[in-house]
């Protein structure tokens, strides 16, 4: 196995971004074999033990996933769940490989989500830095005024006092009784469209995300998952920034 810089193999294991584990070698926090690691050194990602604060991490795993669900309404993204509730990676049949979901839907959400095995390609998707767009499908219960589409787009000051970022929204439909947006957000604050509803006095009745980073879920049916395509996952490293060189 050809040996690779030891912060790379950190942040695959999930640990950590790259940036994070170059700090924590410089900090001396990082050992191989049991000796300190310095910036720049490499190691065998399959045979050398690597500890971050004493701590062995895990193994990259030798086979990449990333995968694409469309999590229906009532699964919650977390790996387990105390209270048994119906969890995303349940719908996952066939899937050999320990997948992890990258960021997350609320239970009442569903749409477009991710999964891999690939720590760093999960970190880079949802660090906040990235501003990877996520685009949502969003039913309001009643009309929506002009003012309140400005107020979201623009930005609007949430229930915790944060100020979310500007945003396109577009209408899909409107009238008395349900109104259809699109909203494409740069920003990933925990529940953030049902808040960004709730602060101008909109009541979300159905969210569904369509697409990450200019991926879409496509005609991928509810509890239906794929693999994503070499194209896809281009189109990913590129809205992070690093794009993919391999052919």
């Not at 623009?154 to 396109?168: H, I, Y």
Request: aromatic share 2%; with cysteine.
């Amino acid at each position: 196995m050809e040996k690779e810089r030891v912060q790379k193999i950190i942040a695959e294991s999930g640990l950590c971004s790259r940036r994070k584990a170059e700090e924590l070698i410089s900090d001396g926090k990082v050992t191989v074999n049991g000796r300190t690691c310095n910036l720049g050194d490499k190691a065998d990602p399959h045979s050398d033990i690597i500890s971050v604060d004493g701590k062995k991490i895990a193994q990259p795993p030798r086979e990449k996933r990333y995968i694409m669900l469309n999590k229906p309404r009532g699964y919650i993204t977390t790996m387990s769940d105390e209270q048994g509730r119906k969890t995303a990676v349940e719908l996952l049949d066939g899937v050999e490989e320990r997948v992890v979901p990258v960021g997350r839907l609320d239970r009442n959400s569903e749409g477009l989500l991710l999964f891999t095995n690939d720590g760093e390609f999960a970190n880079e998707i949802t660090h906040p830095s990235r501003h990877v767009s996520k685009t949502y499908r969003v039913t309001i219960d009643g009309a929506v005024s002009e003012e309140q589409l400005m107020q979201l787009s623009s930005g609007v000051k949430l229930d915790d006092g944060k100020t979310t970022f500007p945003c396109t929204v577009e209408v899909i439909s409107e009238g008395a009784e349900r109104t259809v947006l699109r909203i494409t957000l740069k920003q990933g604050l925990n529940r953030q469209i049902r808040r960004m509803c709730s602060a101008v006095g909109l009541e979300v009745g159905r969210l569904r995300r369509t697409a990450i980073g200019g991926v879409k879920l496509g005609m991928l049916k509810p509890g239906e998952w794929r693999d994503l395509t070499k194209a896809e996952l281009r189109m990913l490293r590129n809205a992070v920034g690093k794009p993919d060189t391999r052919r």
